[in-house]
T-cell receptor, first 114, second 112 residues
């Protein structure tokens, strides 16, 4: 398996623009997670899905952030409008259901908002 | 709220010596703990884990120790190798809960 795939790897955009980050989880995994990594706060869970259904979005910082998972092999995280403080590395991770705790992370998308 | 804390942002050790990375948590209900390793420009990868019913788990050069009364866990790497240089994240989870909490990470540098 190719692992978790994220695109783009780098995104530079201007304040106010819409940004869409994409993720393809590992085939067969039931859960998908979106994280944000910053120097100040480390790795923060933003939202996670189980079988394509959003379960917990309490980590989503503001209404400017939204996430969707239209099918088992694709998810998006959208920021509209983007702000400089959104600059961070965004990771997608997936895992099997059941009692497995281990999450498999993608390489991340480095977002810079100027 | 930072339920999982890694108070040392960085650690430097000599090749061949022991590396000890520390992690503290505040929620006594956490029942499963993991360590992830992250290289630059890559996502974190799972390294080793421990259940709250144990106090030690060993995998080759890596050992994780759990002290539930102190709400503290540590990762020991013996002997340390230059290839171990990376950022190490501590993570904790409630039983059968997918909301995993991560620490801020510790950057380990192993000098040849």
């Amino acid at each position: 398996d190719a692992g978790v795939i994220q695109s783009p790897r780098h995104e530079v955009t201007e304040m106010g623009q819409e940004v869409t980050l994409r993720c393809k989880p590992i085939s067969g995994h039931d859960y998908l997670f979106w994280y944000r990594q910053t120097m100040m706060r480390g790795l923060e869970l933003l939202i996670y899905f189980n079988n394509n259904v959003p379960i917990d979005d309490s980590g989503m910082p503001e209404d400017r952030f939204s996430a969707k998972m239209p099918n088992a092999s694709f998810s998006t995280l959208k920021i509209q409008p983007s702000e400089p403080r959104d600059s961070a590395v965004y990771f997608c991770a997936s895992k099997l259901g059941g009692v497995s705790y281990e999450q498999y992370f993608g390489p991340g998308t480095r977002l810079t908002v100027t | 709220d930072q339920q999982v804390k890694q108070n040392s942002p960085s650690l430097s050790v000599q090749e061949g010596r022991i590396s000890i990375l520390n992690c503290d948590y505040t929620n006594s209900m956490f029942d499963y703990f993991l360590w992830y390793k992250k290289y630059p420009a890559e996502g974190p990868t799972f390294l080793i884990s421990i259940s709250s019913i144990k106090d030690k788990n060993e995998d080759g050069r890596f050992t994780v120790f759990l002290n539930k009364s102190a709400k503290h866990l540590s990762l020991h790497i013996v002997p340390s190798q230059p290839g171990d240089s990376a950022v190490y994240f501590c993570a904790a989870s409630l039983y059968n809960n997918n909301d995993m909490r991560f620490g801020a990470g510790t950057r380990l540098t192993v000098k040849p």
